[in-house]
């Protein structure tokens, strides 16, 4: 996709929803940072179902602490890997009050050190929590980077390179949050819906569905 193109690309999608956000529940920076290293290999809703009860009983780092991985476990039994969850969740908080005082850190190698986070989790509490221009790459924006031709990669790390590179600076911070939207709703897997999308014209997609 040329220059110009991407710039519209990105203009239209501002047009459509000017303040773009997570579809996660949180209330401060820490429990979005939990409900991101839960939606691993679950969706958005499910995670919500789950931590509105979990947020409710463990708000904090100390009462997650508190709650225990068993504890932990229980409120999340509903989520893939859920045990493996509750121990990084537990873990990730007791790090959080011995090493940051009970704040999540505003550091990418920091966040990245916390048991249960790698790039994409740091990314998306980078972007969304502190407004740094990060690309967090997700199966929905690797799937529509590559189908429309916006930021071609064999995977994610190169994904998240080239838009980093192509996507306009006055677009990146909110980028993030409009493409996993978009890959969410409109440029699905099986089928997208081609019809409904407000960028048809602009994508290099050539297998468009009518």
């Not at 969706?43 to 463990?58: H, P, Q």
């Not at 980078?126 to 924006?141: E, K, R, S, Y």
């Amino acid at each position: 996709m040329k220059r110009p193109a991407i710039r519209e690309f990105f203009r239209r999608l501002a047009e459509a929803n000017p303040n773009p956000t997570t579809e996660l529940e949180y209330g401060t920076p820490f429990q979005l940072l939990v409900a991101v290293v839960l939606s691993a290999q679950a969706t958005d809703k499910g995670v919500n179902l789950a931590t509105r009860r979990l947020f409710s009983d463990a708000p904090t780092p100390e009462a997650m602490l508190a709650l225990g991985e068993e504890g932990v476990a229980a409120h999340i039994r509903t989520i893939g890997l859920y045990r493996n969850k509750a121990k990084n969740v537990v873990a990730l908080s007791r790090q959080l009050l011995e090493r940051h005082g009970g704040e999540v850190p505003h550091s990418r190698e920091a966040l990245e050190a916390l048991p249960g986070v790698g790039r994409k989790t740091a990314n998306v509490v980078l972007n969304t929590v502190f407004g740094d221009p990060v690309m967090a790459v997700d199966t929905h924006i690797f799937r529509l980077a590559n189908r429309t031709g916006l930021a071609p990669g064999k995977n994610v790390n190169e994904v998240e390179q080239a838009l980093l590179r192509r996507v306009p600076k006055d677009y990146l911070k909110d980028a993030h949050h409009w493409l996993i939207l978009h890959g969410r709703y409109v440029c699905t897997a099986r089928k997208p819906r081609c019809a409904e999308c407000i960028v048809r014209d602009l994508c290099e997609f050539p297998d468009k569905t009518a």
